[in-house]
């Protein structure tokens, strides 16, 4: 059999399929799969060149692999997280334990861990760290978010303000135009974005759904009680719309929102930016935000100052009073742009329907 270098079976079920096509294993990765009682047909298979990452298996046969040509990387003890994942997390998956409080979900059970490590590096957590995010980032690379538009902004705008509203209903005009909308993951517009994009269906599911998540505006004091509305609305309605959540335990203070329809969380804050920021081809839309928005503002645009063709995504900056006086982003921005090829793609508006106009007319 032709070995088939790259290719990766990250479930049971697809190395059932790989196997029962009578195809070798050599050259392909075996991700997080349980191998237990299956060590004979996966040896016959020819193991020469296959990575073997975090996978159950019975005593002995670790040996047996690599004495074939395998390389094995075995399962690393007390960790709450899997390093070896073969996807990426959905919001049901972080918060497993909701029921008895925040402090006892796989989330804020991994951001303690992190805490700790954090104070105290080691190889062992630094590798497990490195791990974990290259699968998640693997993961991403399985996705096709081809017209993805980035929506980045505040994490402390509450359920109740008037521009968590506009943002939602932006997110849904861009989930209803075709693109999956991208954001940091975490609560305040990124959370308004990812709800609107949920709820893409119909405008009655959205206004009842901000109507109830006001009730509950904000996640601090009580993240128990503000993920709870969060998943209250999606038993109550019917989630459709393409989104994606990228956040990070750097930030573990920010808990995810609900309403993303998959998590890429990251360790590494940097990989997060870098991302977030690359897989919206389409373009991003900066709401007023602090400090985090301003690293992505930049972080995106330095490519697109050194881009040499016409093909830049564009960037649209919404309330320009924040960002000509509060956070005084555009002005060095604009400064910066004059020109390049990006003084074409950036675009300081008032209000998100602009925001929405400017990026339809840039596509066409």
């Not at 692999?65 to 399962?75: D, M, R, S």
């Not at 861990?113 to 399985?142: C, E, I, Y």
């Not at 096709?144 to 980045?152: P, Q």
């Not at 950036?346 to 400017?358: M, R």
Request: net charge negative; with cysteine.
């Amino acid at each position: 059999m032709t070995p088939m270098s790259g290719v990766e079976l990250e479930s049971l079920a697809a190395l059932d399929a790989w196997l029962g096509s009578g195809q070798s294993l050599t050259g392909t990765s075996v991700q997080s799969v349980d191998l237990r009682g299956l060590a004979p047909a996966v040896l016959a298979a020819g193991v020469n060149g296959t990575i073997f990452l975090g996978c159950d298996l019975d005593p002995g046969v670790e040996g047996q692999l690599i004495e074939a040509g395998a390389l094995v990387f075995p399962q690393l003890p007390d960790l709450p997280f899997d390093p070896y994942r073969g996807g990426l997390y959905i919001p049901e998956e972080l918060y497993t334990g909701l029921e008895a409080g925040y402090e006892h979900t796989l989330d804020f059970t991994v951001y303690r861990w992190w805490q700790g490590v954090g104070n105290h590096p080691s190889l062992r957590a630094d590798l497990a760290m490195t791990l974990h995010d290259h699968a998640v980032l693997d993961a991403l690379g399985d996705l096709d978010l081809r017209g993805a538009i980035g929506v980045m902004g505040g994490h402390r705008f509450e359920r109740d303000h008037p521009i968590y509203r506009e943002t939602a209903l932006l997110g849904r005009d861009l989930a209803a135009a075709g693109h999956t909308v991208l954001t940091g993951g975490g609560p305040g517009l990124m959370e308004a974005a990812a709800l609107g994009a949920a709820l893409v269906g119909t405008a009655h599911d959205l206004a009842d759904a901000l109507d109830a998540l006001a009730a509950h505006p904000s996640f601090v004091p009580d993240v128990t009680g503000w993920a709870g509305a969060g998943f209250e609305v999606r038993r109550r309605s019917q989630l459709s719309g393409p989104s994606l959540g990228i956040p990070t335990w750097l930030y573990g203070h920010e808990p995810p929102n609900v309403f993303s329809r998959q998590v890429a969380k990251f360790f590494s804050n940097a990989l997060r930016e870098d991302a977030l920021l690359r897989l919206a081809d389409a373009g991003v839309i900066y709401l007023p935000g602090a400090a985090g928005t301003v690293q992505e503002i930049f972080q995106a645009v330095t490519p697109r100052y050194y881009a040499s063709g016409d093909d830049v995504p564009p960037l649209v900056f919404v309330d320009s009073h924040h960002w000509t006086h509060v956070l005084p982003a555009w002005p060095l921005v604009s400064a910066l742009a004059e020109g390049r090829p990006l003084a074409r793609r950036i675009h300081l508006c008032d209000t998100v329907a602009e925001a929405a106009l400017f990026l339809a007319d840039a596509a066409a």
